[in-house]
């Protein structure tokens, strides 16, 4: 039998004891192995690195029928090993402790309902800054080369946080420290768990119904009335767009030159890190002005894409607005932000810039289209608009393969209660 046994600090539960005084074998690091009430016989073995260590329980477990336990940190099965198990075709029980994350923000007084919690370990660092520039509270889960330094440098000095980093949270070493991400970047850490990232004036939140942040927002695609004078692009192509942009939660959307900042402030309200870059000094106003209307998010930069480009973080999404191509250099902006390799490019050219656009998609190994849409308002009745084209690019990233879990547990069918008869096929 495997059991994952999570350690806070506390004093370990019943439960916890009992597989532990019943192991045959026990894994996990040093400083979590000392203390456990272990049967003299029982093989102890400490290791630094959590993926040798779970090699060691598999190999074990798959010998014979001996109790083996994993003593691990916090809840195992948040952002723990218990999908790992799962992933190799065992079926784990698991003993949690209390989480880093709720140990964390118990330690910095805050409320965690509303918090983003994300991990920056396994190469998700990138993904995790774009949530702490985007969101005012968020839990980070470090690593090695994804710590608070690595945080710091990376926010500093463009998005203004305050940090709390929490050190070896339940062990001899715990510290929590309260600092500035330039402080940050030159501290000496010592085995950081957890990083709380926060804009301390909105550090406390708001009362919601459900954990986490808004998933979507309360409304997209937005009347052409909800950015100023409605010079931008109109809601229906506008929902197109975004579509295409798919913006979400640890991606950065560049808005390059959309006029009204439109297309921008609706993917910061999907949870997006946003940039909106324009030449023209009154559409940056503009941006702006509709920026703050919003309540988002989006960082302002002016100047040209292409000398730009270089010194803005790298996008997962790009989207080129009509401002781009109302003279020459717009194939160029193309290219300048095509050869950054983002997932999706969006663009809304004049007709006759489809074909060079689809060109240099193609060349720098885009999945390409093209679509022109015309809408027209039917109460009241209108005239339909002049026609948009819109092009986009997409690069396919194929999900890994994972296998089906086992269990050995059986399954138990609840049948629906009387007074709740279940829902016949086809009806929603």
């Known amino acids: 039998m495997l059991t994952v046994v999570g350690r806070d600090g506390s004093p370990l539960c019943g439960a916890a004891v009992a597989a532990l005084e019943s192991a045959a074998l026990v894994v996990g690091e040093a400083r979590l192995l000392d203390g456990l009430p272990l049967p003299p016989d029982a093989r102890k073995v400490a290791a630094d690195d959590v993926a040798a260590a779970l090699r060691k329980v598999l190999d074990e477990a798959d010998a014979g029928d001996q109790d083996v336990v994993l003593v ?123 990083v709380l990232v926060l804009d301390n004036r909105h550090a406390l939140g708001e009362t919601g119904w459900a954990s986490g942040p808004p998933r979507t927002p309360a409304g997209w695609a937005l009347p052409a009335d909800a950015f100023g004078d409605g010079s931008g ?47 023209d000094y009154a559409a940056c106003e503009r941006v702006r002005r509709n920026v703050r209307l919003h309540g988002v998010k989006v960082a302002m930069a002016s100047g040209d894409v292409g000398s730009a480009a270089g010194h803005l973080p790298r996008p997962d999404a790009v989207f080129l607005g009509p401002g781009v191509f109302s003279g020459r250099g717009g194939a160029e902006a193309v290219r300048a932000c095509a050869a950054l390799s983002p997932s999706r490019v969006v663009a809304v050219p004049a007709l006759a810039d489809v074909q060079v656009i689809l060109d240099i ?66 009806v929603a």
């Open 361 to 426: 998609l193609d060349e720098h190994g885009f999945t390409s289209g093209a679509v022109q849409l015309q809408a027209a308002r039917l109460t009241p009745p209108e005239r339909p608009g002049d026609p948009v084209a819109v092009v986009w690019g997409e690069r396919d990233v194929p999900a890994p393969a994972r296998r089906a879990p086992r269990t050995d547990r059986p399954i138990e069918t609840i049948p629906a209660p009387p007074d709740e008869p279940d829902i016949p096929p086809g």
């Open 233 to 279: 692009l109109g809601p229906e192509v506008r929902a197109f767009v975004l579509a295409k942009l798919g913006p979400g939660l640890g991606d950065m959307v560049w808005d390059v030159e959309s006029g009204d900042g439109s297309v921008g402030i609706e993917c910061a309200r999907f949870g997006a890190a946003v940039v909106a870059l324009d030449r």
């Open 72 to 194: 691990v940190d916090g809840d195992p099965g948040y952002f723990g090993i218990v999908r790992e198990l799962l992933e190799q075709g065992h079926a784990p029980e698991a003993i949690p402790a209390t989480p880093l994350v709720a140990r964390a923000f118990a330690q910095a007084g805050l409320p965690w309902e509303d918090a983003v919690v994300v991990s920056a370990r396994g190469g998700h660092l990138r993904q995790a800054v774009n949530a702490c520039r985007a969101h005012p509270k968020v839990a980070v889960l470090t690593g090695p080369g994804a710590g608070p330094a690595e945080l710091a440098r990376a926010l500093f000095p463009v998005t203004p946080r305050s940090f709390v980093v929490c050190e070896d949270l339940g062990g001899p070493g715990e510290r929590v420290v309260y600092v500035r991400p330039a402080e940050a970047t030159t501290r000496p850490w010592n085995s950081p768990d957890v």
